[in-house]
Each structure stands twice: as C-alpha cells, then as structure tokens.
C-alpha cells in the first residue's frame, strides 16, 4: 500500500497545508510519496523532501503545470495515481479543482474535506456546513479523499527523502490560462495564521478595515471577514472565513463586528482561542468566544492597538 | 462528402444558438436549523422546508442572464430524485428556465453516479453550457461539476465569479485562494458558480403561474444504463462537537491581560 500526496503550492514557496497533509496520510499507513507539480519547482521539491514520513518526492516541473489547471493536473495524478492505494490533495481551490476528475475517471468515489481518519478505508467529514459530522466509509479499491489541512498538526520537517523527476507532460487543448490577480499582502496568509483578526457587517464599510490593520501588524496576524461583509462588497471573496470561504484554526481569532452565524462559525470554530467584539450583547458569536467584550468597536479597536 | 456536411454543419451552428443545462438539487432550506436523527443515521429531514440549493439557483440566475442578453437561447433545468425535486425544477422554470427534466429514483447518489447520469443528459441535448452550482450545502461535496466535465471530456471553469461567452469560447474568472484566476474554455464546457457571480431574482407571481405550463419529461433513472450503485456508506451522523462559551471582559485592559497570562496567546 502507498499513498500518492499532492503538494500544494504557489510555484514560489511549498504552502503549509502539505505537511498537515503528511500527518493525514500517515493516519492511513502506507509509503508517503509526495507529488510536486508546477513550473520551476525545484527549491519546493527540497523544501518538501524535508518533510518527515514522505518516503519519496516525485518532480512535474513543465509549463503545463504552472497554473494548477485542473485538466493537466488531474490527467497527470491519474496515470500515477493508478499505482497507489489512496490519493490526496488538500481541499483548497486547487484540490477541490483537479480531485473529483481523477475520482471521475478512475470510476471511484471523491470523499471530500475529510476532518479525521478513522481507518484506511473509513473517514470522518463535517456535513451541513458543519452542523453535523459524518463518519463514512469507501468500498473503492483507490481512495480519492481531499482533506481539510487546518484539522492536522504539520509533520515536522527532519527528514531527507530522494527527489525523482518524471517527464510526463498533460497539456489540455480545450482551456488555456488567460490571468490571475492574487492579492498582495505582507501578512501571513488566512489558512497559515497564527493569529487572525476578522470583521464582520459592523464594520460598516471597507474604509473601516483599515481598523484592523494596525492590530493585525502587531499581533502578526492575517485579515479575515465574514461572508456579511464580503457581500456587502466591504472586502474582497478571498478573504472570507466560513463555509463558503477558508476554514481557518488559529491560536487565537478575534471576531469584530461579527455576530456569529452558523456559516461563520463553521469556519473558525476550531481555533483556540476566540475573542468576540460586539456591541450587541446578544449576539451568538459570544456563544463560542472564550473572551467577550460588550462595545462599540469604533472606540475598542484604537484601545486594543494601543494597548498592544 | 464529408467536406459538404462539415459546411452544412458550420452554417447551422451559427442559426441554431446556445443551449444552457442547469442541473439543479432538491436540499434543505438555507436557513433551516439542522438536526441529526437520535440514532446518529442521518440528519432529520422530517417535514422540513427544502429549496433549491442556492449554488444551482446562482447557476440557474447565470442561465436567464446569458438567454436575456441574447447570447442563450434555450434553458434546460434537470434535477435528480423523487417527485418531490420537480417542485425545484418549478422553481427553475419560474425564474426564466424553459423546460424541465426530472430524473426519477429514490435511490441516494453520490457525485459519481449523479455525474453520469447528467452525462447521459448531455449526451441527449448537448448543450454548449452546463452550469453548476459548486457544491451543495447538505452533503458539501463540491464535485459533481467537475466529474461530469472529465466524463464528458469539456473543460470547466469552476467556482466562477464572472462569466463571459465569446465566439466558441467561454472566459471564466475563478475564485480562487489566493484571489482570481482567468481561464478560456473552448464551448462546449462546464462551469460551476461561486456566491459571488450574480444575485438570484425573485420569481414573480405571473411567472410562477407560467411555470407550471412549461414542459416537464420525467424519465427512469434506471433507463439511463447507468450502474447506481454507492461505493460509500454512511457509517454514522453526530452533532458537532460543542463550543464551550467563556467569560465577557469588562474592558480593553482585562482583554489584553487575559490574552497575555491566562490565555498566553500574544
């Protein structure tokens, strides 16, 4: 038995959902083989050769792979994923993109955004945005599973696994990559966040997020927003925690101006500690808070950065 | 020979214009409180408001967009269960879909077996656009879409926040992690929506009246050839586990001393 694993990265630097991935796999049992596909990706080879339990780094580097399109990826994952027991890739947008094609066309079921591995074969999923928590178990000789990284401590990083090149090149002729626009940002990145600050509908605007950003730099944290105020247009999708946005389990979230539904919660619930700031005592996001603060964040926020 | 049918071919795509299937999906209600069954097998659907799962309402809006602004020409909405799903294909037809196909079974399918069944509906109308909701909100799955674009061989765009069609081709901009992403897809493809790529209409009343006169084919999902046999099962459904609420601070100063010594967290 051997599991193939998709490494995910940004063709730049090896992203911290891989070595949760790793932790994931070896709940499984099983050689890791750990699958690196981008252009240029020789460092992040290295880098995740270093990662402890993968037995072997298997090397894509073509300009085919470059932007994780979905059809190159899956077409590639799928003639060397005959060969493994399980296959899995982080349920990012890339995983979530290429995953369900390779399930597809191996004719097995995709079990998705796995929480915790019971078995080889049986695994543990949050159903209904979270409000129920479903174990499930696969009869498929080849398990396709994408796995919700921020559920699984990071593998450490002392290992020395060799590094093995393939030339096989899928290039798709139906879709072509036109542009990407990725926000930059000095900040760590919501998924990899120690600490994260959120603002919900209260904030009133997007002018209103730049409330955030003093706390943020000293705390070192990343910007988050509920999906109430990336609909009200205040802040971009990418930045959304919830169901429909990044599930996140930092250190410590602070929740400004956010009530707290359901949808909400499902995304951040399973961080460590919970800060809620919130001028209706009511609200249900002091249900889960483990600290409470009751006020008008317009004069709690220039406090709390300057009390930091 | 076969250069004359290749012309004739060519001249009719450009009279007969763009048909969109929207498969849609029976799910509970958005804003419904879910409950799982005491004996830890399911969630209880017991009398509980079902609706249109609001991804495929998005994919449904996006299909009377590109029909108003002329780009479509014909809506086909088709979902997958009991009687019961035709209420939703209703719903579809009412805001601007023009026929319906229910796909009758009272079986429980997961994505596979969903996708190729939808398949063999595309094999049988071949749009040039299937559009998807992403994901479902009762099983979050999120992969229907994508397995019926790799059975079918189209190429997808998912997660989609803008969608624009153009002469054969489709540009999809995506959401993704990091921001967006922009890929051009050659017709015809599949696109799965994100929240952000429209706001879904109302249905007016006039409309929902005419919906019930537009046409609706029930079909056998056992007449598709298509083997529905789950290759998951279902071992048990429990409640989350719950958050525990903690204490309210009385000020900034309390906050940031519980932060930094009871909690020792900064």
Redesign the interface.
């Known amino acids: 038995m051997a599991i193939l694993v998709y490494a995910e990265h940004d063709n730049q630097h090896l992203k911290s959902e891989t070595s949760k991935l790793i932790t994931a796999a070896q709940k499984m049992g099983g050689d890791i083989h750990l699958l690196v596909a981008g252009e240029n990706v020789g460092d992040i080879a290295q880098d995740a050769a270093k990662i402890s339990g993968v037995a072997k780094v298997i090397v894509a580097d073509n300009n085919a792979y470059a932007h994780q399109l979905a059809e190159n990826i899956a077409d590639l994952v799928l003639e060397l994923g005959k060969a493994y027991s399980h296959i899995l890739a982080a349920a990012t947008t890339t995983g979530k993109n290429f995953m369900p094609r390779v399930a597809a066309l191996l004719d097995v079921a995709q079990i998705s955004d796995i929480i915790d591995v019971e078995s080889d074969d049986t695994f543990v999923r949050p159903i209904y945005a979270g409000n129920a928590i479903a174990t499930v178990k696969t009869s498929d000789a080849i398990k396709v599973v994408t796995v919700r990284a921020a559920a699984f401590d990071a593998a450490s990083a002392e290992g020395s696994a060799p590094i093995e090149n393939v030339e096989t090149v899928k290039l798709a002729e139906k879709s072509a990559f036109v542009s990407e626009s990725l926000t930059e940002s000095e900040r760590p990145e919501l998924t990899a966040a120690d600490v994260i600050i959120s603002g919900g509908r209260g904030m009133q605007n997007g002018e209103n997020f730049k409330l955030l950003e003093g706390i943020a730099d000293k705390l070192g944290a990343a910007i988050g927003a509920s999906r109430a105020a990336v609909d009200a247009g205040f802040v971009p999708n990418d930045m959304q925690v919830g169901q429909t946005g990044k599930i996140v389990a930092p250190q410590l979230y602070i929740a400004v101006g956010i009530s707290g539904a359901i949808q909400h919660l499902a995304g951040m619930k399973d961080s460590k500690i919970i800060v809620a700031i919130n001028k209706d005592e009511e609200a249900p996001i002091f249900q889960v808070a483990d600290y409470g603060l009751v006020g008008d964040l317009f004069e709690v926020l220039p406090e709390l950065e300057s009390s930091l | 020979m076969i250069v004359s049918r290749y012309y004739i071919v060519k001249r009719l795509s450009i009279e007969v214009k763009m048909k969109i299937l929207v498969p849609v999906k029976r799910a509970?209600d958005y804003n419904v409180?879910?409950r799982?069954k005491p004996d830890n097998s399911a969630?209880d659907l017991t009398n509980t408001k079902m609706s249109i799962n609001p991804f495929c309402e998005i994919a449904v809006e996006e299909a009377v967009r590109l029909k108003e602004k002329g780009v479509a020409t014909e809506i086909v909405v088709v979902s997958i269960g009991d009687k019961a799903c035709q209420e939703q294909i209703r719903t579809a037809l009412a805001l601007g879909a023009d026929r319906g196909i229910q796909i009758d079974t009272d079986a429980q399918l997961?994505?596979?077996q969903i996708?190729k069944l939808l398949q063999k509906v595309v094999e049988e109308e071949s749009p040039e656009l299937v559009i998807l909701g992403k994901q479902s909100?009762?099983?979050?799955?999120?992969?229907?879409?994508?397995?019926?674009?790799?059975?079918t061989g189209?190429?997808?765009?998912?997660?989609a926040?803008e969608v624009n069609v153009d002469d054969g081709k489709v540009?999809v901009t995506?959401?993704?992690?990091?921001?967006?992403?922009?890929?051009?897809?050659?017709l015809p493809?599949v696109v799965t929506t994100?929240?952000?790529l429209n706001e879904p209409r109302y249905a007016s009343l006039p409309n929902i009246m005419k919906a019930k006169r537009k046409p609706l084919d029930v079909k056998s999902a056992a007449d598709f050839g298509v083997d529905l046999t789950?290759?998951?099962?279902?071992?048990?459904?429990?409640?989350?586990p719950q958050?525990e609420?903690?204490?309210?601070?009385a000020?900034?100063?309390e906050?940031?001393e519980?932060?930094k010594n009871e909690?020792k967290?900064?």
């Open positions: 509970i409180k879910v799982v969630v997961d994505s596979l996708a909100i009762d099983s979050d799955n999120n992969q229907t879409g994508q397995m019926l674009a790799a059975l189209m190429p997808q765009g998912t997660f926040s540009n995506r959401e993704i992690d990091g921001g967006l992403q922009t890929v051009q897809l050659t493809a994100d929240l952000r789950s290759h998951v099962s279902v071992i048990k459904v429990t409640p989350p958050r609420g903690g204490i309210k601070v000020d900034v100063a906050l940031v519980k932060l909690a967290v900064i």
